[in-house]
């Protein structure tokens, strides 16, 4: 409801981001770091801000100093209370006593009044059954101002001079108006409008231009019509009015009830927030235009949203998303949510701002409604910290001061695997309220930047970037570490130890490990070895099945040996891996089967046949090489055919978001432009899987040869790394 006042490691590639001039971070329109504000001792329900103040109701009974601990420094406000917009302080004239509490709360289109709505039936003695005005001005009930509703006002709405009413009652001036009703604003006068719900309105707002009231709530029908949990109403009769966009809006089943719980209009759109009961049921957000109901789009986020505000061409959510791997590339998977998020209002994809709360008591939700005075966001819920800090039910953001600033940069590692060379490799950081910062590597105790790079990251992404330093002196020592700013604040990590420069390139093994392997398989364990090494350091280990270990390698020198697959072998890494967006995936296969096979690629089962199955590497029954990914559709590159006649080779499969590339024997076979590919959690596996539905399905589900030195990254290789790899061999 609108309560307005007046080269790349674990993520992108990294040449593909390297930019020669500092680039701003890309920033939502708020700090992700709260301002100050005074808290409640129990939840929040209802918010507004009007005239310079936010006025606040819901289950409390005190309030307190930010800061001050629960049950110290506690001020009485019963139900009820009011701070000051710009300090979020106590205004101490406005103090009341209601004997129930409130469910919502909204201003008139002035600011003069303040309109709330709840369960009390008295205001400071007077009776006042659900609903209550207050002048802004003096703080003082307003006397003249006194419908009388039947039970619970849940939702409260204005327009013009009218106050539309939503919630669980009845009556209103003992006529009937079953859970929607709307008065006057100046004497409360029963107007006529009275569409009908058959349950519980939860939300209510109009259109900025009048035209429409929506509601949303419980119901299956309105004015005797169908209409599960949303409507669109003629602002004057209640009549329905066509709205397709409903549509976004599952009707209920067994196991899945959605209901829209918030409602913002904004301009030519209008947005709904949704809470679901059931596992994936719709929890999300979504809008339409408000001319002609269309839908504009829809987020399919897991995890009940209660609250949406429109702040400064962002749309603002509280909710306890936790799982946002339905929208693809742009969103987060199972378990890393956030109570605090906005979205583009355009696509409805997450924005660059990713404050947090905890929940609490009773509700145990978080956020349970917002409210903005134009340039600020309130929250109110049943938390008990903001950022980790102590500050219950009652928080603020606004867009002042610098900003959350980025965290420091992890202390690096750096490595010389070829003469003349070191590779520092190092990970994204955080930064709460901007997704693209700039990085700087700097070489040796005077800080030399040797090295600029932007990149966008995010709490669920945080991209690798990966820096090859050329022309140092074999021999000598260098130090580096990493520094981050986001244009307003500047932070660098601590200096690495120090590497000595070599003076000649290093062997196969250790130019792959100088790429920063995720996982890396060398497949050279005695046979009769049950369990597979992963030589990258991540442990990503997993049971050989039906694998014969000790055939010769692909490798011309250092004596290591490989692996010999049949179309039921396999290797899995147990190590669980959430929707690789930015990754590559390295081996070397010989073969002389006609029979295809996958070599290796990404499954969602981590002990049987996957039914989720891409990013991976497979042979058609003629030889020919593939590179797959599934974005929707199946994407594939693939070689000349021929490949299986007995001799070894190398192939890569790179992908970076909107980028697939595949690579045999150094060569590039070939680049597709493509979206994010499919989120899914899953694991690394060689050999047999699923390859049902692709292209050239191959008669054998997995390469019935040898396979050596397999190797997994979180980034995109470029060519020059491949061909290093290949020609190390």
């Known amino acids: 409801m609108k309560r307005v006042g007046i080269l790349a490691l674990g993520g992108a590639l ?226 329905l009015q066509p709205f397709p966009a409903a549509s976004a809006v599952p009707d209920p089943v067994p196991g899945c009830t959605s209901r829209v719980k918030d409602i913002e209009t904004a301009g030519d759109r209008v947005y709904f927030a949704n809470a679901g009961d059931g596992g994936g049921c719709f929890d999300g957000t979504w809008a339409a235009d408000v001319a002609g109901g269309n839908l504009l789009w829809k987020n399919n986020c897991l995890g009940a949203t209660e609250a949406i505000t429109y702040v400064n061409g962002w749309l603002y959510k509280g909710s306890h998303a ?78 002042a001061g610098p900003g959350a600033a980025p965290a420091k940069p992890a202390k690096v590692v750096p490595v010389s695997y070829q003469a003349g060379q070191v590779k520092v490799n190092f990970q994204t950081v955080l930064d709460n309220d901007d997704i693209g910062l700039t990085y700087r590597v700097l070489r040796g105790f005077g800080n030399t930047t040797v090295a600029t790079y932007t990149a966008e990251s995010r709490f669920w992404n945080r991209p690798w970037l990966s820096f090859t330093d050329t022309g140092l002196t074999p021999g000598s020592s260098q130090v580096y570490r990493i520094e981050v700013t986001d244009g307003n604040s500047t932070l660098r990590g601590d200096y690495s130890l120090p590497v000595t420069v070599a003076s000649v390139d290093a062997p196969y093994d250790q130019q792959v490990l100088a790429d920063g392997p995720t996982a890396y398989w060398r497949l050279g364990e005695p046979n009769g070895t049950a369990t597979a090494t992963d030589s990258s350091g991540q442990n990503n280990t997993g049971p050989y099945s039906g694998v014969v270990l000790g055939a010769t390698g692909a490798l011309t020198s250092g004596g290591n040996t490989a692996a010999d697959f049949g179309p039921g072998s396999r290797l899995i890494g147990q190590t669980v891996v959430s929707q690789p967006q930015n990754f590559s995936v390295e081996a070397w296969y010989r073969t002389t089967s006609g029979g295809g096979g996958k070599i290796v690629g990404f499954g969602n089962s981590s002990n049987g046949t996957s039914s989720q199955y891409d990013r991976h590497l497979y042979l058609q029954n003629d030889g020919t090489a593939v590179f797959g990914v599934y974005d929707g559709s199946t994407r594939v590159i693939t070689s000349a055919a021929g490949t299986n006649d007995g001799q070894w080779h190398h192939v890569v499969g790179t992908f970076a978001p909107g980028s697939m590339k595949f690579y045999l024997d150094g ?51 470029t060519a020059d790394q491949v061909t290093t790899h290949f020609e190390a061999r």
């Open 322 to 399: 936790h799982d946002c791997s339905y929208q693809g590339g742009s969103g987060f998977p199972q378990g890393a949510g956030r109570f605090l998020l906005t979205q583009n209002i355009d696509t409805g994809e997450l924005g660059p701002w990713f404050p947090n709360t905890n929940t609490g008591a009773p509700t145990a939700v978080g956020p349970l409604v917002s409210a903005t005075g134009g340039a600020d966001l309130w929250v109110g819920g049943d938390f008990t910290t903001v950022n980790g800090s102590g500050q219950q039910g009652l928080a603020r953001f606004t867009g």
């Open 667 to 717: 060569v590039l076979q070939g680049t597709q432009t493509v979206a994010g590919a499919e989120p899914y959690t899953g694991y690394w596996r060689i050999g047999a899987d699923n390859l049902n539905a692709w292209p050239n399905q191959p008669s054998d589900a997995g390469i019935d040869g040898t396979v050596d030195e397999v190797a997994v990254y979180p980034t995109a290789l």
């Open 14 to 239: 990294v040449a593909a981001l390297l930019s020669p001039v500092p680039a701003q971070g890309i920033s939502a329109s708020l700090s992700a770091l709260p301002s100050a504000a005074w808290q409640t001792n129990a939840s929040v329900q209802g918010l507004a801000v009007a005239a310079g103040k936010a006025y606040v109701g819901g289950r409390f009974t005190t309030v307190r100093p930010p800061g001050a601990a629960a049950g110290t420094n506690q001020t009485n406000r019963t139900y009820l209370a009011a701070f000051d917009q710009s300090t979020g302080a106590l205004d101490t004239g406005f103090n009341h006593t209601l004997n129930g509490m409130v469910w919502a709360i909204a201003a008139s289109a002035d600011g003069s009044r303040v309109f709330v709505g709840g369960d009390f039936t008295q205001v400071d003695g007077v009776t006042r059954n659900r609903v209550a005005a207050f002048d802004t001005a003096t703080g003082a009930l307003v006397s003249n101002w006194k419908p009388s509703v039947s039970y619970r006002v849940k939702a409260l709405a204005v327009s013009g001079s009218t106050v539309y009413l939503g919630g669980s009652f009845g009556l209103v001036n003992n006529v009937a108006r079953p859970r929607l009703a709307a008065v006057t604003t100046s004497t409360a006068a029963l107007l006529a409008w009275a569409p009908q719900a058959d349950n519980d309105v939860y939300a209510i707002d109009v259109a900025d231009d009048g035209t429409k009231v929506y509601a949303g709530g419980n119901f299956s029908t309105m004015n005797g019509t169908a209409r599960w949990s949303v409507a669109s109403l003629d602002p004057v009769d209640g009549s």
